[in-house]
């Protein structure tokens, strides 16, 4: 809402030098959001006068028509003498009144006017545009003014051309801020003036002989007033303050009759809508549209109307959607200018015009807005709520300016239909302003704030408020301990701190994933979270089978692009595609984890249900919301490709492979005191011959899968476009956390006795799985094996073909003696003989 | 250790002539002497005063001597060992000095050589910047409460006095999720703040309810240098017996306090939302000027653009409509909340220009926020 000063000064005698800042400082204050000042005229100096053409000779061989022109200024130049004025437009002609400035007169954008020679004369001042003088954009032409003006005024004052306006961004609670009205009040109170309210006028009653209206839907429409003007003269022109006023709040002025709607509206905030009488066909009406019924709005295009919709309606059907835009047939017409439909009555002019104001339903307006994609000034302000006793009054100030400026006679019919409705009060503790703020106002400033808002007290401790019809917005005690709190000022409440009870601190899962990422971070991976945005390419380039359940996905109904209308059931997509940006951008050692959420559909869920909120919902309803969301699991993932480890002046570098993304899986579990399990697996993305599969045991001895990690098979680094040999692991943190849970480590009992070391390098075929030969040895050594460690693996044809050699360390210390010989020995051959059982192993000789 | 001898030996008794232990003693003195480093040191310790040496032997022997010539072979041997001791040490510290002045220089090392080997990773700082507000709360007591991403419309919307007709409920601003049978209305959304953790923590915990609930959330905009459709928030919700707005403006200075250090403030503006009523926009003192570029154009301020402010988020009292549909008494008990978003805090509390740095994952932006921030 644009609030022009010197509008607004109009109803708040405000003191003279009180700025455009101060008013906004005050109302951002008491809680309107005032975005700018703008400084409208800035830098302008006259002499800037009204002058006559009396002359204009037409230069010839330039490339644009050039005049030269005489211009009667009277005495403003010091002569009384024409000015000589050369100009490049040719919008007006002799005998037009036309805004010059003359020499030693500044235009805003610091453009100083002197006496100059052009196109072969002197130039003594200029001829003025509408944009030249800040008064809009939208005119490049020469303002030629009504010929009452005298020559030698003052065109600044005549124009108001030097001003402040304030731009408010309105909250939805603030209707009435959106007329000048409501931010005149808003002004007034925050400087504790008298406000004289524009809408506080001598408004006849309902008198016979109006326009014939009938509501037939009241929960849309509780109040119609309808007024009728005749004998307009359709040729006269919005008067200067008027335009000026509407250009200021950024309406175009169209006609003399649109314009004063317009002007009546942002007055005092109550649309309304003209309608050429002679274009009625019969009795008004407001009903709701019959489903497919249509309507060709103002703007010319044809609607096809909802069942919800609220239309106003002659004989002839529906003439307008309520509240939102008029129809086409019935608009208001200038002289000239042929009816939007092209009637036969076009080029006639508007002389009768009957006036609408009503208060329509603001769900109503804001669903049929939105429906029909027709936000206007009108429902903007319907939408949040207009004030229901304002349209007779609307219409009264539109029945005075038809009068008083275009010449029309009101006729004495005054048509009211109002809907009875009592007066909305609310009851509230006289101290419960204070009760919410956290400080002590006392009865009596809580009482007067709320006079201030313009509502009607009563009761001592027990208030009863009576709220102002303009305030729909105030319904319970905390609406009106707001609008006390915010006059008193946010910015005195106190500072204080409340004392919670003990807290428990952050939960094992959430210190656990803290840890993770810490871990992870120190393994020197790069926590790069992604969108959970994914398509059907995406999973395809994964190489996922058709009934891979990571192919169920949750679809947005308007996703941001229809390349991506899924959310993630994994977190390699976004990991790989942000390895593939850094990877174009140059980094190409990338070591990069995420943890998050998957959506994973729940089957056979249906929709969450919708309890109402005046009660809590029961066990069963929020059983049911719960149940109806999809699976969200979170997951953690690292991807990893380049050298894991740099070469440099130390030696060789190592490349990263699916031994690091394993290793990262492990870092994970370990984290959640679980060991994982690894097997042998071929699972898309990975490569068939690199691909584990991560157990867990969890506390109650099941075994569950926790994920899969390894090197990427070589057609999806193709197909994603990432390096090859880019190796990656996913793991269900939540599977892990399951199989964590209660993990406590007990300290062990540290032996001070001597170890005793033991290597054995064990031949296996080279299908048999390290894990496997490693869990042998370990079951077989007994208790006395403190770790086990393998050094070395080894092929070749020492080996022997389809072979392979590990070599274990092994350590073996006793707690209570020091080993001999052959105890370790006997361990080790314990450790040997099981290995050699399970898997077939061999001594290496 | 060898046990007394009994029996004498005249051939070992010649052997301990006053000349031949000053020739042990002098052998070993020149070898002292000649050794040129401390290996060569190490080994003429070995064999002139170590067990097997000369001199050894002879001390050993004087135990086999008539007792009328203990005395005085003892002396002598002693005095031997001695001198050989003696010059060991001294030499010992000769070469050792001659080392460290001559062989540890020689074995010097370009100590500014890069070692780049184990290379640094680090978590993200929307990740480390939500711990550290997370750890300010808990440290007063509250707790992390959390939420899934795909909420139901009921706790993301109804419950929060956040109507159908509200226009945050178009597909302008919402996210929302396709029935599965096709169907209109899934009745799910990408939640669009965290707020339905608050109604889920109102359900679930006992009053009082003292919560913060950081997390992802979704808006349907496009991402560019100021906007992301994916971002992370931080809102807060308090419910007991008698807060206040007072208390909201308490909680908040103590935050900036926390985040920024001492002498930060917040301010309230009066605002709408549905869900908190009254209901306020929070800005805090900005960090870098604290206010003094305001109307002072020498020391113009880039960070809150002169304005003296930092816009946060919106907060309030909670709507008792909020605690009606949770269950909870609301001439009881009454609340507040606050919410504000991560990546802007982010943004001006590291100087980060462009919310695309933020969200793309480049590395290099990510590095140099470590572990924590
Ligand atoms: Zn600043």
């Not at chain 1, 003498?81 to 490049?88: A, F, S």
């Not at chain 1, 971070?521 to 926590?527: I, L, N, R, S």
């Not at chain 1, 249900?609 to 029961?618: A, C, G, K, Q, S």
Request: proline share 7%; with cysteine; charged share 25%.
């Amino acid at each position: 809402m644009r609030v022009p000063l010197s509008w607004l000064r109009e109803y708040v005698d405000l003191p003279a030098g009180t700025a455009g800042r101060d008013v906004q400082a005050k109302l951002i204050s008491a809680g309107l959001e005032v975005e700018t000042v703008e400084q409208v005229g800035e830098g302008l100096q006259g002499p800037l006068v009204v002058g006559q053409v009396l002359t204009i000779e037409e230069l010839e061989g330039f490339k644009k028509p050039i005049r030269f022109c005489t211009v009667d200024v009277g005495k403003a130049n010091g002569t009384g003498e024409p000015q000589e004025i050369v100009c490049g437009a040719r919008n007006f002609a002799v005998g037009d009144k036309v805004v010059v400035i003359l020499p030693g007169g500044v235009l805003p954008g610091d453009f100083r006017i002197s006496a100059r020679k052009t196109y072969g004369r002197v130039s003594h001042g200029m001829i003025c545009s509408a944009r030249e003088l800040g008064m809009g954009d939208d005119h490049d032409g020469i303002v030629v003014l009504p010929p009452e003006h005298e020559v030698g005024t003052d065109a600044i004052g005549l124009l108001e051309l030097v001003d402040e306006v304030l731009d408010i961004a309105v909250t939805p609670d603030r209707g009435y801020c959106l007329s000048l009205r409501g931010v005149a009040r808003e002004t007034a109170t925050a400087f504790g003036l008298p406000l004289s309210d524009p809408a506080l006028i001598d408004v006849p009653g309902p008198k016979a002989g109006g326009y014939p209206v009938q509501v037939t839907d009241e929960a849309g429409c509780d109040r119609f007033t309808a007024r009728t003007v005749t004998g307009i003269n359709h040729e006269a022109r919005s008067p200067i303050w008027l335009q000026r006023r509407l250009q200021k709040v950024g309406m175009r002025p169209i006609s003399l009759a649109v314009d004063i709607t317009n002007y009546v509206m942002f007055e005092v905030g109550q649309p309304l809508h003209a309608y050429d009488r002679t274009r009625l066909n019969g009795m008004i009406g407001v009903r709701r549209a019959a489903p497919g019924e249509k309507l060709t709005t103002l703007d010319g295009v044809e609607r096809v109307l909802d069942g919800e919709d609220l239309v106003i309606t002659d004989e002839s059907g529906p003439i307008g959607l309520a509240g939102v835009m008029g129809g086409a047939h019935t608009e208001i017409a200038d002289a000239g200018v042929p009816g939007a439909d092209g009637s036969p009555e076009a080029g006639a002019g508007t002389t009768e015009i009957v006036i609408e104001a009503a208060h329509f339903d603001p769900v109503s307006i804001a669903r049929t807005a939105r429906r029909h994609k027709l936000g206007s000034e009108a429902s903007r302000r319907f939408e949040r709520g207009t004030d229901p006793q304002a349209t007779s009054a609307a219409a009264q100030r539109a029945v005075d300016l038809l009068v008083l400026l275009a010449g029309g006679t009101a006729e004495p019919g005054v048509t009211e239909i109002a809907v009875p409705a009592e007066p909305r009060t609310v009851a509230m503790a006289a101290d419960h302003p204070d009760r919410v703020a956290g400080t002590r106002y006392g009865r009596e400033t809580v009482v007067r704030r709320l006079q201030q808002i313009g509502c009607y007290v009563t009761g001592s401790d027990d208030l009863i408020v009576t709220v102002p019809s303009w305030r729909p917005d105030l319904s319970f005690p905390n609406d009106l301990a707001e609008e006390v709190i915010r006059l008193e000022g946010y910015e005195n409440l106190p500072s204080t701190l409340p004392r919670p009870p003990a807290g428990r601190g952050l939960t094992d899962s959430q210190r656990l994933r803290r840890r993770i990422g810490r871990a992870l971070a120190g393994a020197g991976y790069v926590e790069a979270p992604a969108y959970p945005f994914v398509g059907t390419e995406a999973l395809d380039a994964l190489g996922l089978d058709a009934d891979d359940p990571r192919r169920r996905v949750v679809t947005l109904a308007n996703p941001l692009s229809d390349n991506e209308p899924a959310l993630r059931t994994t977190l390699l997509t976004g990991l790989l595609a942000t390895l593939r940006r850094n990877d174009g951008r140059g980094s190409h050692d990338l070591a990069l984890f995420e943890t998050g959420l998957v959506f994973h559909p729940r089957e056979g869920a249906g929709t969450p249900p919708r309890p109402p909120v005046d009660r809590r919902p029961t066990d069963e309803e929020i059983a049911a919301l719960k149940a109806a969301l999809p699976d969200q699991p979170r997951h953690a993932a690292v991807v990893l490709t380049g050298a894991r480890e740099p070469a440099g002046w130390w030696g060789a570098g190592r490349p990263a492979g699916w031994a690091d993304a394993i290793e990262a899986a492990r870092t994970v579990a370990r984290e959640a005191g679980v060991e994982l399990i690894l097997r042998q697996d071929q699972h898309a993305p990975y490569h068939p011959g690199r691909c584990a599969a991560f157990y867990a045991v969890a506390g109650d001895g099941t075994e569950v899968r926790v994920g899969h990690g390894g090197e990427l098979h070589p057609r999806v680094t193709k197909a994603l476009g990432v390096p090859e040999r880019t190796a990656a692991m996913e793991v269900d943190l939540d599977v892990i956390e399951f199989a964590g849970a209660g993990h406590r480590p007990s300290g062990p009992r540290v032996s001070t006795f001597p170890v005793a070391t033991q290597d054995v390098a064990l031949v296996v075929a080279a299908d048999v799985p390290a894990a496997e030969v490693e869990a042998a040895l370990r079951e077989g050594a007994g208790e006395l094996l403190e770790s086990l460690r393998l050094f070395d693996v080894f092929t070749g044809p020492q080996i022997g073909e389809g072979r392979k050699s590990l070599a274990y360390a092994l350590r073996f210390r006793a707690p209570d003696r020091t080993l001999t010989a052959e105890d370790a020995s006997a361990a080790r051959d314990a450790a040997i003989a099981r290995a050699a059982e399970r898997t077939d192993a061999t001594l290496r000789g | 250790m060898s046990a007394p001898n009994k029996s004498y030996d005249p051939v070992e008794v010649e052997a301990l002539q006053p000349q031949q232990i000053e020739q042990m003693r002098d052998e070993a003195l020149a070898a002292i002497a000649a050794a040129t480093d401390l290996d060569a040191l190490a080994h003429v310790k070995t064999a002139h005063a170590g067990g097997g040496s000369p001199l050894a032997l002879a001390n050993r022997e004087i135990g086999a001597l008539p007792p009328q010539a203990k005395a005085e072979a003892g002396k002598r041997v002693g005095q031997a060992r001695g001198a050989v001791n003696k010059a060991l040490a001294a030499r010992q510290g000769e070469l050792e000095a001659e080392r460290d002045a001559r062989v540890l220089v020689e074995e010097a090392v370009d100590v500014t050589l890069p070692y780049g080997r184990a290379t640094a990773g680090a978590r993200h700082p929307l990740a480390t910047l939500s711990d550290r507000i997370e750890d300010i709360f808990v440290a007063m007591g509250y707790e992390v409460a959390e939420g899934p991403e795909v909420e139901a419309e009921w706790f993301n919307f109804d419950a929060l006095n956040i109507s159908v007709d509200n226009p945050v409920r178009s597909e302008q601003d919402t996210f929302f999720v396709a029935a599965a049978d096709g169907s209109e209305d899934s009745g799910m959304v990408l939640r669009t703040h965290t707020s339905g953790v608050q109604i889920r923590s109102l359900l679930e915990r006992e009053l009082p309810v003292y919560v913060i609930a950081p997390g992802r959330v979704y808006r349907s905009d496009e991402l560019d240098a100021t906007h992301t459709p994916v971002f992370r928030q931080v809102e807060l919700l308090a419910v007991d017996e008698g807060l206040t707005m007072a208390d909201l403006k308490g909680t908040l200075d103590h935050m900036v306090v926390s985040l920024f250090g001492e002498g930060m403030t917040t301010r309230l503006r009066p605002n709408h939302f549905p869900f908190t009523e009254p209901s306020a926009e929070m800005d805090m003192l900005c960090y870098v000027c604290r206010g003094e570029s305001v109307g002072n154009p020498d020391r113009p301020c880039r960070t809150c653009s002169s304005e003296g402010w930092i816009e946060l988020g919106g907060c309030g009292i909670v709507n008792p409509k909020v605690l009606i549909a949770c269950g909870v008494d609301p001439q009881k008990y009454s609340g507040f909340a606050f919410g504000f978003g991560i990546e802007r805090m982010l943004m001006f509390r590291h100087n980060v220009e462009d919310m695309r740095d933020i969200v793309e994952g480049d590395v290099r932006f990510t590095l140099p926020f470590g572990m924590e921030i």
